[in-house]
């Protein structure tokens, strides 16, 4: 590579700016390099934290704002694809008016669209202002790790990314304890509101110790086609998932959305080998283990994301659980990969990626396997087996991500690489909320007449029993009111019982996918820009 990019700490109109080896370690505050990992993480956890936090609240919201499954399912995937198409847009944003700018407007636009969700009184506003923590959140993420590249010397920067990745992973395995917490002794509405305080934190600490960092050869345009092309396609692609349980997999309006969005792939990636400035140069993915990280990315949100949003209905309303008790009851989770993150970041640097990535992937494909055995008795101490199990697998992956995407890059991509490592993780966890739940809600289709009728109860006209299947598929026995208590538990036992083999097969999707991301992390290997780093200070 004959391009060298070089990193302004100072405004635009100040002295040139200064190779790596001529800085002078920061003084005070500003430029610090702890200090500025210690704010870039507020501002991440905040972001983190609202992938699963909102997931333990998906039932209290259904049942004050009264939305229905899939109405649900996009306050999960707003979410995620405003976040995940905005990603690699963002990051060239923070190249171009610089790193410290970006993070702090993605901090005031997150916070306050956060205080609007709390506002809303219905599910379309809410669903619209996830959408714009979405996109506040992307304009977070690279400018976050743009600012822990340009701060930190490349012998320190591993380390840096290390413990970045540890605070994403703790803050979205933590997301449903403290959303329990909230949703029961506050109000679902405080899932969000807590983001205020925590935004005005980022900012203030943001002014005092942040400095801006330029790349010197920023780019001076925008990919503007390739960013409407490619949401475009995302959108077809995740809606056709989500109304294909009702329309049917075999109606030409699933089809027509899922080839508008195989179309709109293949326009974007044509567009992008034409473009000056694409919003994603393809070049990255001549790489091997590169395009397998992002894969493996892909696979494991899958499995992650689209797991999770059925076991909080699962503790909740199968169980009986109050908010609190499911998010106690996935703390196994939690602990797990808090504690796994460091054991695998030391075992990565020993040993390389890809035995840790394809051992992750494993413990992942045993968690969900066993997550499909779960039953409606089934026992806390089980239960925490598993989950505790999926916490092991999970963290190489997350740890691992940095070096395997990003050190495959060439340097002068690299921030690219950065905002595509996030936007696999974001895209595969709203593609496994849209495919799991298509599971569910088809498995639920097909089982629940039967069981009703085994039951001995009385057939229900076909809109009745619309309504009953999507109550089924979030676990709520569909028990009208003054039903007497014999029917009730019938009613009861049918709707659990078929929720559970929804919930199973699910799972076992899930497994599946995460046995093919083992042979896609045999793919992976240590990144060959592994060790290079900004190397814009001194500790």
Not at 266 to 283: G, N, Q
Not at 294 to 316: D, K
Not at 390 to 404: D, I, N, Q, S, Y
Not at 429 to 439: F, H, I, K, Q, Y
């Amino acid at each position: 590579m004959t391009s060298q990019t070089t990193i302004d700490a100072k405004g635009p109109g100040d002295e040139p700016p200064l190779a790596p080896s001529d800085r002078q370690p920061g003084k005070g505050l500003r430029g610090h390099p702890w200090f500025t990992l210690i704010t870039v993480a507020v501002g991440v956890m905040m972001v983190a934290l609202d992938g699963t936090i909102v997931a333990i609240a998906n039932p209290a919201i259904g049942d004050d704002l009264k939305a229905s499954l899939s109405e649900l399912q996009w306050i999960t995937n707003a979410y995620f694809l405003a976040l995940a198409v905005s990603l690699i847009t963002a990051g060239k944003l923070g190249d171009r008016f610089g790193h410290r700018q970006t993070f702090l407007i993605g901090v005031v636009g997150f916070a306050a669209a956060s205080g609007a969700i709390g506002l809303s009184d219905s599910i379309a506003l809410v669903v619209t202002f996830r959408v714009f923590q979405g996109l506040f959140g992307a304009l977070l993420m690279p400018a976050a790790l743009g600012l822990l590249r340009a701060t930190f010397p490349a012998e320190k920067l591993n380390m840096a990314i290390g413990i970045w990745g540890m605070v994403i992973g703790a803050s979205t395995a933590g997301g449903p304890i403290l959303g329990g917490v909230l949703v029961e002794h506050v109000n679902w509405q405080s899932v969000f509101f807590i983001n205020v305080p925590v935004g005005a934190l980022a900012l203030v600490l943001g002014v005092l110790i942040l400095l801006d960092h330029r790349a010197e050869n920023a780019p001076r345009s925008f990919d503007l086609l390739g960013i409407a092309l490619l949401s475009a396609a995302m959108f077809c692609l995740v809606w056709a998932l989500i109304k294909a349980p009702e329309w049917g997999w075999g109606d030409g309006k699933t089809w027509a959305f899922i080839v508008a969005s195989a179309v709109g792939f293949l326009l974007f990636a044509l567009w992008e080998t034409k473009v000056r400035e694409p919003l994603i140069p393809l070049a990255l993915f001549r790489s091997v283990p590169l395009s397998a990280g992002v894969v493996l990315m892909v696979l494991m949100a899958i499995a992650f994301m689209g797991g999770l949003f059925f076991v909080t209905f699962y503790l909740q309303n199968v169980h009986g659980m109050s908010p609190v008790d499911a998010g106690l009851h996935l703390l196994p989770l939690t602990g797990m990969m808090i504690v796994a993150s460091p054991l695998a970041g030391a075992m990565i640097t020993k040993l390389g990626p890809r035995v840790p990535l394809a051992g992750g992937m494993t413990a992942t494909a045993l968690a969900m396997y066993g997550m499909s055995t779960l039953e409606t008795d089934t026992g806390s101490a089980v239960m925490s087996v598993w989950f505790g199990l999926l916490g092991l697998g999970l963290a190489p992956v997350m740890v691992g991500a940095t070096e395997v995407i990003v050190g495959n890059a060439p340097m002068e991509l690299s921030g690219v690489a950065g905002g595509l490592q996030q936007a696999a993780m974001q895209i595969g966890g709203s593609l496994g909320t849209a495919v799991l739940g298509a599971v569910m809600a088809s498995k639920v289709d097909s089982d629940l007449p039967a069981n009703w009728k085994d039951a001995g109860l009385p057939d229900l006209p076909p809109a009745q029993l619309d309504q009953a299947s999507e109550a089924v598929q979030v676990g709520v026995p569909p028990v009208a009111e003054g039903t007497p208590a014999a029917v009730a538990a019938k009613i009861t036992d049918v709707a659990h019982d078929t929720f559970i083999s929804g919930m199973s097969l699910a799972s076992l999707v899930a497994a599946g996918v995460a046995v093919v991301a083992i042979l896609v992390a045999l793919l992976t290997k240590r990144g060959e820009n592994a060790e290079a780093g900004a190397g814009v200070g001194h500790i």
